[in-house]
């Protein structure tokens, strides 16, 4: 009888070939019943942080495990963001952020991470339009509001969540186009951006739908315009920046899902199909439409080439508007 003795590629391979059985085996239990924390960089209130909150309710049962958010807000969603970059890409740490992540390469030249390269797209979840509130008694609409800026150059200012949020790229993207000069001040957030509004400190602000439908209807926030190219159906009567006057004023605020750029492909596609699927159920559905925002979502290839080609555009409006760190 003749004895086999394997030699070192026999080895390797059949070492390879145990470590792949395993590696799938140990991706396809994920999660096991771990806790998921899901980052959201922005503070508690801000209309990322409310879709955030929606979707991880329904997330955490369908996953068959417990999903939490953890706010970590601060240079204008950066810092969250650096945590998750440099997170295990093994599915139990995530990001949710907005359509701000993309701004960030254009204005913060000394990133810790590549908002392309360290990031895997899951998904984009919903989009929200962003709407131009006043102090209720600022102005009388929007006409009004360019007219005085306009006839008091400098004089005025608008907020925003940070630097590059995507409320200061609205903003930005209807101050160019209106042809306005005007101060921005950037707050830690939407709360605290919308509380000095209410004040009258600050002149405007294009805030997430999500977070200032509440405060439209007590009446302590002025709708004067909402920023998307169509009309909100939760106001209908309030007309797009564009129907108001300013030609070219439009803007897409979204929301979406992150991993680590090397999480497992089988984790992602696990993610992505849930998702999906929790954004377009008829309950969240519902409750997002009383909020002003639509479920928006697409597969993870989809949704990764978007992401570049909405970086080049996001580009454009930095270069255009000289957005700096202050």
């Known amino acids: ?26 991706q396809g239990d994920w999660p096991r019943g771990q806790t998921v924390r899901i980052v959201v960089p922005f503070t508690a209130g801000s209309g990322t942080d409310i879709v955030a909150r929606l979707m991880a309710e329904k997330l955490g049962p369908a996953l068959g495990t417990s999903v939490i958010i953890d706010n970590k807000p601060g240079a204008g969603g950066t810092l969250g963001a650096a945590q998750v970059a440099k997170a295990p890409a093994d599915g139990y740490t995530l990001l949710i952020h907005s359509a701000g992540h993309l701004v960030n390469p254009s204005i913060y030249p000394n990133l810790s991470y590549d908002t392309l390269k360290d990031f895997a797209g899951v998904t984009p979840l919903a989009s929200l339009p962003n709407v131009l509130v006043t102090s209720p008694n600022k102005f009388a ?13 400098g004089s005025f200012n608008y907020g925003s969540a940070g630097n590059g949020s995507a409320t200061h790229m609205n903003a930005e993207v209807f101050r160019l186009a209106a042809g306005l000069q005007a101060q921005h001040v950037p707050f830690r957030g939407t709360p605290e951006a919308m509380t000095e509004v209410m004040g009258g400190r600050i002149d405007w602000f294009f805030a997430p739908m999500v977070s200032a439908l509440p405060l439209i209807k007590d009446g302590r926030l002025k709708a004067l315009a909402v920023g998307t190219d169509k009309r909100s159906s939760v106001m209908p009567q309030v007309p797009t920046t564009v129907e108001a006057g300013v030609p070219g004023s439009e803007y897409l605020f979204w929301v979406g899902l992150f991993a680590p750029a090397k999480t497992p492909k089988p984790v992602v596609d696990r993610l992505q199909a849930e998702v ?26 989809q949704f990764d080439k978007f992401l570049v080609d909405e970086t080049a555009k996001a580009q454009q409006v930095v270069k255009a508007a000289g957005i700096k760190v202050d």
């Open 1 to 26: 009888m003749t004895t086999f003795f394997p030699g070192r590629r026999q080895l390797l391979t059949a070492a390879l070939a145990l470590c792949a059985v395993a590696g799938a085996h140990a």
């Open 276 to 301: 999906a699927k929790i954004m377009v159920a008829p309950d969240l559905k519902d409750r997002l439409d009383k909020l002003g925002a639509e479920p928006f979502t697409m597969p993870s290839a």
């Open 141 to 153: 609409d929007e006409k009004d509001l360019v007219a005085q800026v306009k006839a008091k150059p």
